[in-house]
């Protein structure tokens, strides 16, 4: 009977530390601002009325903690700002650029963030333009 105790215990003990130690989905407990500094991404997808993602083939985004952002898109680096805000209910990315290149320009917008997961971000311009942006960790 004592052997019986001893196995229930050692198996409610197990079970429980099983379930508690269980963590959500990491996306769940990462923050979209921790997911942004911690690697560079690479445009995986740039619809504006149509397909454009072409034009992004070299492009590597760096956002840092700081709120800097860099563009490196060939031998250029281009720096910007970023700044993640809550509009109704949703997380909306802010990038902002000194910059008269065309690429450059189509990525400072007003990012409205629709589907995060642990290596890839989807987000929708605010303007109602229909421009979708989806980024990827490299």
Same mark, same amino acid.
């Given at each position: 009977?004592?052997?019986?105790?001893?196995?229930?215990?050692?198996?409610? %003990?197990? %079970?429980?530390?099983?379930f508690?130690?269980?963590?959500?989905d990491?996306?769940?407990?990462?923050? +979209?601002?921790?997911?942004? %500094?911690?690697s560079?991404?690479?445009?995986?997808?740039?619809?504006?009325t149509?397909?454009?993602?072409?034009?992004?083939?070299?492009?590597?985004?760096?956002?840092?903690?700081?709120?800097?952002?860099?563009?490196?898109?060939e031998? $250029? +680096?281009?720096?910007?700002?970023?700044?993640?805000?809550? $509009?109704?209910n949703?997380?909306?990315?802010h990038?902002?650029?000194n910059s008269?290149?065309? %690429?450059? $320009?189509?990525l400072?917008?007003?990012?409205?963030l629709?589907?995060?997961?642990?290596n890839?971000?989807?987000? $929708?311009? +605010?303007?109602?333009?229909? +421009?979708?942006?989806?980024?990827?960790?490299?």
């Amino acid at each position: 009977m004592k052997n019986a105790k001893v196995s229930f215990t050692v198996l409610i %003990i197990s %079970i429980t530390f099983l379930f508690s130690s269980c963590k959500e989905d990491q996306i769940g407990l990462t923050s +979209t601002e921790q997911l942004l %500094i911690a690697s560079p991404w690479k445009v995986e997808y740039f619809f504006q009325t149509h397909d454009l993602t072409s034009q992004f083939g070299n492009v590597r985004l760096l956002f840092s903690n700081t709120g800097t952002v860099a563009v490196q898109k060939e031998n $250029e +680096t281009v720096y910007g700002s970023w700044l993640k805000t809550l $509009e109704n209910n949703s997380e909306v990315i802010h990038l902002q650029f000194n910059s008269s290149d065309v %690429i450059i $320009e189509m990525l400072q917008q007003n990012w409205k963030l629709v589907e995060k997961t642990p290596n890839s971000l989807q987000f $929708e311009e +605010t303007d109602p333009a229909l +421009t979708s942006l989806r980024i990827r960790m490299q």
